[in-house]
């Protein structure tokens, strides 16, 4: 909490001096503008509306016609599920929730005047600035990716949208007998069971369809960095000598007319469809506005209200933030996130006290197989000595084996959790 | 200087509300911890048509906390919420089934659902290669 932002809620309290005026119950409170509509940024715009009680202004600016979920993304890889299970519309944000939402894309902050530039021209000015912008890739990181045209043939598909359609379409056209390479780069990235939960529905499509191919596994980490025991499980029941998992080897460089890459060590590998999976940081829009504060990779921020250290009146948001202990970079946690977000900016917006106690949970499921799912919970709470979240100890846990007991609640969380932010 | 404590601290006492069944409409903390269940059990406990999850709009709050507690205890077996039980103590629990028992449990419109997704697993589409 800033102290302009603490000022205010004292005075709101009854704690300094002569009360303020007092505002109509109806006035308007401000504008926000949201950048990105995933499942932070579309969150904290619909529930700022709902918090705010439709007395904040809300602009979300994205520049996809629709939301596509990277959870559940994977089974579009797998076969047994297409784009338009996992494709959700933005028009309830304005239709419902009177969230005007505009297409296009942040380009630049100006701080000082309160105003976000948009690619398409257009200056909105804002109170207050919430920026969900996601991950970048750091293409630097990987020698042979730094150009574009070996990007289009070498894939992440680590954003959902076209991509995973694509890199659908290089497994179809991959011939029986080939070879599926997956790296992984080091922890912190996007969705830690990701990767792992990939490797499990490309081989269950070879399973089906390509049982002469192989799935080969680079990890620049030690080891499974999420639900390891689990997946291990599910290898060995499923997919047994179909998936290769190789832990501590990083990937450094790529050959695109070669498909091959190689490793820090100088090993190399060749592929038949190559997915490279490159360093992970915040959005780019958050990282040239200065907030990436933490090694220039990630945004350090207030638990309390997610607004940046680097930058009063700018909030962030998602997978963009310096993550507080054992907090994974979760679309669920994303949403979580989000609320907290809106909470926050509508209670300094009114000039009323910010909680200072959040709490909430995190639940992600991966499937293992077509209708098999493993699942990780927590819980996370404030705490005010360390300033950070902290999850709850002796709650939270794992399932006790890949299952389809919780297969329903994991399609039950996705369409939840849609409606939640945009329905 | 006036501690940065005081204004939170007002707060909570302002806030602060016993599960009495009353509607608490006016705790905000608890509505934006409530927040944090809408995720799986949707916006303001109104969960979508057909989802396994079940809603917790208009539940009586007694029931919403003996459930709390039978989870964390195992006599209610759970699949998930026996770990999130865990993490909240009796009067957060109590404070968020009020916030839960004072929503009216409206009907959420089908095209709210999200995507086309359907709650059973797998209708093979899949192209053959």
Known sequence: MNRRSLLKGMAAAGLLGPAPAVRAADAPLGKVVVVGGGYGGATAAKYLRLFGKGRIEVTLVEPNAEFVSCPLSNLVLGGSRQMTDITVSYDALARRHGVRVVRDRARSIDAARRTLRLAGGDTLSYDRLILSPGVDFMWDQVAGLEDGEARSTILHAWNAEHQTAALRRQLEAMPDGGVFVLTIPAAPYRCPPGPYERACQVAWYFKRHKPRSKVRIFDANQDITSKGPLFRQAWAEHYDGLIEYNPQFNAVAVDAAARSVEFELGETARADVLNVLPPMRAGAIAVDAGLATANGRWCEVDFLTFESVATPGVHVLGDSIQIAPAMPKSGHMANQHGKTCAAAVAALLSGAPVDPEPLYANTCYSFTSDREVIHVSSVHRYDPARKTMVSVHGAGGLSPAPNTRETPYAFGWARNIWADMLG | ?129
Not at chain 2, 15 to 42: E, F, I, R
Not at chain 2, 63 to 68: A, G, K, L
Not at chain 2, 72 to 93: C, E, L, N
């Open chain 2, 1 to 129: 200087m006036i501690s940065k404590r005081l204004a939170p601290a007002a707060l909570v006492l302002a806030a602060a509300s016993p599960a009495s069944g009353a509607p608490p409409a006016s705790d905000m903390q608890a509505a934006v911890w409530a927040a944090a269940c809408a995720t799986c059990h949707g916006t303001a406990g109104r969960a979508v048509e057909g989802s396994a999850i079940p809603p917790l709009a208009g539940r009586e709050a007694g029931w919403i906390v003996r459930q709390m507690r039978d989870f964390a205890s195992g006599a209610r077996p759970a699949t998930v919420m026996h770990q999130i039980a865990k993490g909240y103590d009796a009067g957060q629990t109590a404070r968020i089934a009020d916030w839960f028992a004072s929503q009216a449990p409206e009907p959420v419109a089908p095209d709210a659902s999200g995507g086309r997704l359907q709650g059973q697993p797998a209708q093979r589409r899949e192209q053959r290669p």
